[in-house]
Protein backbone atom coordinates (compact mmCIF):
# COMPACT_ATOMS: atom_id res chain seq x y z
CA UNK A 1 0.00 0.00 0.00
CA UNK A 2 1.45 3.22 -0.93
CA UNK A 3 -0.19 6.13 0.95
CA UNK A 4 -0.14 9.91 -0.14
CA UNK A 5 -1.33 12.83 2.12
CA UNK A 6 -2.05 16.07 1.22
CA UNK A 7 -3.86 19.36 2.04
CA UNK A 8 -1.92 20.89 4.91
CA UNK A 9 -0.95 24.74 4.47
CA UNK A 10 -1.08 27.65 6.80
CA UNK A 11 -4.42 28.85 8.96
CA UNK A 12 -5.23 30.77 11.26
CA UNK A 13 -6.04 30.09 14.92
CA UNK A 14 -9.60 29.17 15.06
CA UNK A 15 -9.79 27.60 11.74
CA UNK A 16 -9.51 24.73 9.70
CA UNK A 17 -8.35 22.57 7.06
CA UNK A 18 -8.98 18.92 5.93
CA UNK A 19 -6.67 16.64 5.05
CA UNK A 20 -6.95 13.65 2.61
CA UNK A 21 -4.74 10.59 2.15
CA UNK A 22 -5.13 8.52 -1.19
CA UNK A 23 -3.82 5.20 -0.20
CA UNK A 24 -3.30 2.91 -3.80
CA UNK A 25 -4.25 -0.97 -3.87
CA UNK A 26 -7.29 -3.02 -3.80
CA UNK A 27 -7.19 -3.73 -0.40
CA UNK A 28 -7.65 -0.39 1.33
CA UNK A 29 -10.88 -1.47 3.15
CA UNK A 30 -8.79 -3.99 4.53
CA UNK A 31 -6.53 -1.80 6.68
CA UNK A 32 -7.21 0.32 9.92
CA UNK A 33 -6.13 4.10 8.94
CA UNK A 34 -4.15 6.64 11.44
CA UNK A 35 -2.90 9.75 11.58
CA UNK A 36 -0.53 10.86 13.33
CA UNK A 37 1.53 14.25 13.45
CA UNK A 38 4.99 15.20 14.65
CA UNK A 39 5.85 19.10 16.01
CA UNK A 40 9.33 20.41 15.51
CA UNK A 41 11.37 19.02 18.04
CA UNK A 42 8.94 16.65 19.34
CA UNK A 43 8.38 13.06 19.26
CA UNK A 44 5.59 11.45 17.24
CA UNK A 45 2.14 11.53 18.05
CA UNK A 46 -1.06 9.30 17.74
CA UNK A 47 -4.09 11.56 16.34
CA UNK A 48 -7.06 9.78 15.49
CA UNK A 49 -7.94 6.46 13.55
CA UNK A 50 -10.46 4.87 11.83
CA UNK A 51 -11.69 0.97 11.64
CA UNK A 52 -11.69 -0.53 8.66
CA UNK A 53 -15.28 -0.23 8.35
CA UNK A 54 -15.40 3.41 9.12
CA UNK A 55 -17.89 2.43 11.89
CA UNK A 56 -15.21 2.90 14.89
CA UNK A 57 -13.08 6.14 15.02
CA UNK A 58 -10.53 7.33 18.11
CA UNK A 59 -9.13 10.63 18.62
CA UNK A 60 -6.11 11.47 21.34
CA UNK A 61 -7.55 14.03 24.04
CA UNK A 62 -6.05 17.01 22.64
CA UNK A 63 -7.97 16.69 19.31
CA UNK A 64 -11.61 15.48 21.07
CA UNK A 65 -14.14 17.13 19.75
CA UNK A 66 -12.12 19.60 16.90
CA UNK A 67 -11.02 16.66 14.99
CA UNK A 68 -12.62 14.19 13.14
CA UNK A 69 -11.37 11.00 10.64
CA UNK A 70 -13.19 9.23 8.59
CA UNK A 71 -12.97 7.11 5.29
CA UNK A 72 -14.50 6.53 1.69
CA UNK A 73 -13.49 3.15 1.26
CA UNK A 74 -14.71 3.49 -2.53
CA UNK A 75 -11.97 6.34 -2.83
CA UNK A 76 -9.47 4.79 -1.15
CA UNK A 77 -9.15 8.14 0.81
CA UNK A 78 -8.91 8.90 4.84
CA UNK A 79 -9.96 12.28 6.04
CA UNK A 80 -8.87 14.29 9.05
CA UNK A 81 -11.27 17.21 9.14
CA UNK A 82 -9.55 19.52 11.69
CA UNK A 83 -11.69 22.22 13.11
CA UNK A 84 -10.52 25.13 15.61
CA UNK A 85 -7.08 24.78 14.88
CA UNK A 86 -4.71 26.10 17.80
CA UNK A 87 -0.64 26.84 17.27
CA UNK A 88 -0.18 24.05 19.15
CA UNK A 89 -1.51 21.54 16.17
CA UNK A 90 1.31 22.70 14.09
CA UNK A 91 3.37 19.68 12.76
CA UNK A 92 3.72 17.62 9.90
CA UNK A 93 0.77 15.28 9.44
CA UNK A 94 1.47 11.59 8.53
CA UNK A 95 -1.12 9.16 7.34
CA UNK A 96 -0.35 5.01 8.70
CA UNK A 97 -2.29 1.92 7.18
CA UNK A 98 -1.92 -1.14 9.75
CA UNK A 99 -3.42 -4.52 7.75
CA UNK A 100 -6.73 -5.95 9.37
CA UNK A 101 -7.06 -5.73 13.52
CA UNK A 102 -8.14 -3.43 15.99
CA UNK A 103 -7.32 0.31 17.11
CA UNK A 104 -3.45 0.78 17.00
CA UNK A 105 -2.12 4.13 18.72
CA UNK A 106 1.49 3.41 18.69
CA UNK A 107 3.19 4.21 15.34
CA UNK A 108 5.40 1.33 15.37
CA UNK A 109 2.41 -1.10 15.02
CA UNK A 110 1.76 0.57 11.66
CA UNK A 111 2.88 -0.84 8.36
CA UNK A 112 2.71 1.92 5.78
CA UNK A 113 3.29 5.36 6.15
CA UNK A 114 2.46 8.48 4.00
CA UNK A 115 5.20 10.95 3.09
CA UNK A 116 3.73 13.59 5.68
CA UNK A 117 1.80 16.84 5.02
CA UNK A 118 2.95 19.96 6.55
CA UNK A 119 0.19 22.13 8.88
CA UNK A 120 1.17 25.19 10.30
CA UNK A 121 -1.15 27.09 12.65
CA UNK A 122 -0.50 30.97 13.41
CA UNK A 123 -1.88 32.72 16.45
Known amino acids: VQLQAYGGGLVQAGGFLRLSCAASGRTFSRYFMGWFRQAPEKEREFVAA????????YYADSVKGRFSISRDNAKNTVYLQMNSLKPEDTAVYYC?????????????????WGQGTLVTVSS
Open 50 to 57: VHWSGDST
Open 96 to 112: AAAYGGGLRTFGKDYDY
